[in-house]
């Protein structure tokens, strides 16, 4: 089970930093994803997490800005996303996966587990 936060409204040129809590049940997660999506469009993935070798890869649009982080004795992963403008307006989601063949960064990963999604609205 994940669960987002940190979200919110912010002034273009600013910062947020979104949490992703992961209730550790069930089967370890082999990938971590962080994806975005703007009502009407399609699901972007921003940032995959690869859990074997910690190895990350940011898309395109946040590569520089955002950043992934990660407290182990929380369970929890942030996303720091700095240098914010109005197209980093969306619901921002975190998923996981056990599954390690299905890991990727692509919107349309079927990832196994999804949080409820928390809003960034940039200005």
């Known amino acids: 089970q994940l669960v987002e936060s940190g979200g919110g409204s912010v002034q273009a040129g600013g910062s947020l930093r979104l949490s992703c809590a992961v209730s550790?049940?069930?089967?370890?997660?082999?990938?971590l994803g962080w994806f975005r999506q703007v009502p009407g469009k399609e699901r972007d993935g921003i940032v995959l997490?690869?859990?074997?070798?910690?190895?990350?890869y940011y898309a395109d649009a946040v590569k520089g800005r955002f950043t992934i982080s990660q407290d182990n004795a929380k369970n929890t992963v942030y996303l720091q996303m700095n240098s914010l403008n109005p197209d980093d307006t969306a619901m921002y989601y975190c998923?996981?996966?056990?599954?390690?063949?299905?890991?990727?960064?692509?919107?349309?990963?079927?990832?196994?587990?999804w949080g409820q999604g928390t809003q960034v609205t940039v200005s």
């Open positions: 998923a996981a996966e056990p599954r390690s063949w299905i890991c990727g960064l692509s919107g349309t990963t079927e990832y196994t587990h």
């Open positions: 550790r049940d069930g089967h370890a997660s082999n990938c």
């Open positions: 997490n690869l859990s074997d070798d910690n190895t990350t």
